[in-house]
């Protein structure tokens, strides 16, 4: 595989990527973030140049962070032809770490689940629904009962652990660190009243442009905060150039409402495959 390395190598590879959108998706998506400054400190890598099958992108070796943190761990991956995989592809994975894969061609679990019985590696795979939102929806706050005025800044580093705590994976110093770093590298939106200045309802974005971690205090639900905030964060993202797009899960049928009264489409050749791998203990 062969790293790429200045800008105009990567805005090749971002304008054939779009061309192959949805499927590209996350790729796409992560290699516009690389080039607005590279915050999250990643590589992209192809199996040729300028013509290629294969993109990986996966975190920079140098300055490496725990070999069990998951959160920087983590690869998404994109094939022209899924037939037609280099055999370099899966030495482009550092299998001494626990790490996760990410992709929209599910097609790679095989190849994936053997490489790591070669290798005697721990395996998890979970598939979810991709949803992507192609024109804009306009969802203005809903108004507050009395004298309450409510606004939508950007999330800050200060809520990194009330956001975490209510993260299904969060929990941990890593994941905290993690959160941390979306605050303050990526598109985020939360809701706050003017007697109030803890967020009551939030979502951010990951390093690969998606949408997660969307949360609502239970005592502030039903009154359509989350729809307000999604809205105003599609729209920061679309302004910036980015894809809008989520992933949720099969049986989450609350999110999956969410989003699609927010006018998201969901894509039925584009499952999200999660892979996520962990060494044989020594």
Request: charged share 20%; with cysteine; glycine share 4%.
């Amino acid at each position: 595989m062969l790293l790429l390395k200045c800008q105009d190598q990567l805005l090749h590879l971002q304008n054939d990527l779009e061309n192959l959108i949805p499927l590209s998706l996350k790729v796409y998506a992560s290699i516009l973030k690389i080039r607005k400054g590279n915050p999250f400190l990643q590589d992209v890598l192809v199996d040729s140049w300028p013509d290629f099958n294969a993109v990986l992108v996966r975190p920079q070796r140098e300055g490496q962070s725990s070999d069990f943190d998951t959160y920087r761990n983590s690869y998404v991956y994109f094939f022209k032809d899924p037939g037609s995989i280099p055999e370099s592809f899966m030495e482009a994975f550092d299998w001494t770490q626990a790490f996760e894969v990410q992709g929209l061609q599910c097609s790679l679990q095989a190849m994936l689940v053997n490489a790591a019985q070669i290798r005697q590696a721990r395996a998890e795979m979970a598939t979810l629904i991709t949803f992507i939102q192609e024109k804009e929806t306009c969802v203005s706050i809903p108004n507050l009962s009395g004298p309450k005025m409510a606004e939508m800044p950007s999330l800050s580093v200060s809520h990194t652990e009330l956001v975490d705590k209510t993260w299904a994976f969060g929990g941990s110093d890593s994941s905290q660190q993690y959160v941390k770093t979306c605050i303050e590298n990526s598109p985020s939106r939360c809701l706050m009243t003017n007697d109030c200045r803890t967020p009551i309802s939030w979502a951010l974005t990951d390093q690969y442009g998606a949408i997660r971690m969307a949360y609502t205090l239970p005592q502030h639900r039903g009154k359509g905060y989350a729809k307000c905030i999604i809205s105003s964060l599609s729209d920061e993202l679309r302004q910036g150039g980015f894809p809008v797009y989520c992933h949720v899960e099969e049986d989450n049928t609350s999110s999956k409402a969410l989003f699609k009264s927010l006018g998201f489409i969901e894509v039925i050749s584009a499952k999200l495959l999660w892979f996520h791998s962990s060494p044989a203990a020594k």
